[in-house]
C-alpha cells in the first residue's frame, strides 16, 4: 500500500458531516483509513483536502 494522502470523506455511518481520513492506493482499490481503522466500506464520497484546509487543525468541515 502507498499513502496518497490526506481527504476528505463523508460516511454513510455519520451522514451530514466531512471527516478527515487517510487515503491509500492499493493496486487498484482505493482504501481509507480513520485512527488506524480502514474505513472503505462506510464511504459515500470523498475528495482531496485543498492546501488551506491542510493547514488547519479541525478535523471536520461543515457541508
Known sequence: MRKE???WVLLKSKPGKWY??????NGKKDTFARY???VTDDV???HFL???E???DNNT???
Open 50 to 52: 485543498s492546501e488551506a
Open 20 to 25: 478527515k481520513a487517510i487515503f491509500y492506493k
Open 61 to 63: 468541515k461543515p457541508l
Open 36 to 38: 488506524g481503522r480502514e
Open 5 to 7: 494522502g490526506i481527504v
Open 44 to 46: 459515500v464520497d470523498w
Open 54 to 56: 491542510l493547514q488547519m
